[in-house]
């Protein structure tokens, strides 16, 4: 059987195939906070977070640069990273929902260099950016841990064909 690609695929069908595989593609959900340049507070669910180096440690995500959040994390050099657990699904969707919402009520307080810190996930990382790279309207940033913690345990949140889900494990 032949799995290489044709020689040309047009623009259409390659961004429908790509849609298409990462639509069945499970990844786990982070959110990804920061304050802008007044201080005040920006985030985003995102699926793109992962493991770059573990000496140094550091991590990278993805975002559009059309994002809410982009000119703030432009501004700052600070990025929280809250790890999900499945006990997170609403706060995902509520951070993934209108911007007006993100930081409407309790759920969050203020941390270290002033980044929102959403309370109960499963773990956080402090970083510091140490690069932005942009391509083609997208950014892929650059962060160095530099603090974090550890919160109550929990199953990691996944998001698949549009929707969370919870992991299984596999028995053979």
Known sequence: MNTQLPATVTDERSQ???????????AGVAIVTAADITGRPTGFT???????S???PMLTFNLATSSSSW?????TNHVAVHMLGVRN???AARMAGPRANRFVGD?????EFNLPILNDVTAVL???????NVVHGAACIVAKVVGGYQGEDDAGLLYRE???LAPQPLTD
Do not use: K, M, N
């Open 71 to 75: 000119e703030a994390l432009t501004e």
């Open 16 to 26: 429908t195939a790509f849609r298409q595989a990462f639509q069945r593609h499970s």
């Open 107 to 111: 759920h969050w307080h203020r941390g």
């Open 162 to 164: 549009r929707v969370y």
């Open 46 to 52: 995102a699926t793109s977070l992962a493991s770059l």
């Open 54 to 56: 573990a000496q140094p």
């Open 126 to 132: 402090i970083g510091t950016i140490i690069q932005r």
């Open 89 to 91: 699904r609403a706060l």
